[in-house]
């Protein structure tokens, strides 16, 4: 199999670039922020949970999001692989996912991580609001609150990586294609 974790702050580019990754590498695209927003729209109780945090741009609780993140997987059988989009958030998200893919006699191949200045980020996500229909894209507070805690609990992650040897940061400026080619030459090394 091969997994990529694909992360990056809110507003990095990770859903505009996982639908190229995905049908470059013929991965299964798992984003948890997607399934979170499809329990919302269909009404289901993980929905409703999930609302909650999500409208405040809080994490969703570890423990619902990794069990969702395990039945996520399981249901795709017959994947090649994944690429992984907006989840491990947390160290704990990134040592269940670990030792879940152990125990299939999986592993992460490696995270790539786009980097783009906060200013930025900020812009692209008003800019996206007016598409997305997000509401969590809308609201300055609710952005800054995103950053936030991407920056206390999310981005420590990447250590987890740095550490297994397995993370590269990948320049999140310039057009679509020029970071699609710099993920694929990171990827294929
Ligand atoms: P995203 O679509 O990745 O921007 O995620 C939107 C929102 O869904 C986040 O602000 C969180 O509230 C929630 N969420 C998505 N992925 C996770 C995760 N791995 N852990 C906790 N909450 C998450």
């Known amino acids: 199999m091969r997994n990529i974790v694909l992360f990056g702050p809110p507003g990095a ?11 470059h590498y013929g991965l299964v695209h798992l984003s948890t922020g997607d399934v979170f927003r499809f329990n919302i729209k269909n009404g289901t109780e993980l929905g409703k949970l999930a609302q909650s945090y999500m409208d405040q741009g809080k994490l ?3 423990e619902v999001t990794i069990s969702m993140l395990k039945e996520e997987v399981e249901k795709s059988a017959e994947a ?18 670990d030792s879940f893919l152990n125990e ?6 490696a995270m790539v991580a786009l980097e783009v ?23 300055p507070e609710v952005i ?7 920056n ?3 981005a420590p992650v990447a250590e987890f990586y740095k550490r297994a040897g397995k993370y590269k940061a990948i320049n999140g400026l310039g057009t679509i294609k020029d970071i699609t080619e710099r993920l694929v030459s990171a990827i294929d090394v």
Do not use: H, M
Request: charged fraction near 30%.
């Open 13 to 23: 580019g990770k859903g505009t670039q996982s639908e190229f990754l995905v049908n």
């Open 152 to 154: 206390a609990e999310t």
């Open 117 to 139: 200045p906060e200013n930025e980020l900020t812009t692209r996500l008003l800019a996206r609001a007016a598409t997305s229909g997000r509401a969590d894209d809308a609201d």
């Open 144 to 150: 800054q609150n995103r950053i936030d805690i991407y």
């Open 80 to 97: 090649k692989g994944f690429i992984f989009d907006g989840f491990p958030r947390t160290t704990s998200q990134a040592e269940a996912l």
């Open 104 to 109: 299939r006699g999986d592993c992460i191949e």
């Open 60 to 62: 969703v609780p570890d």
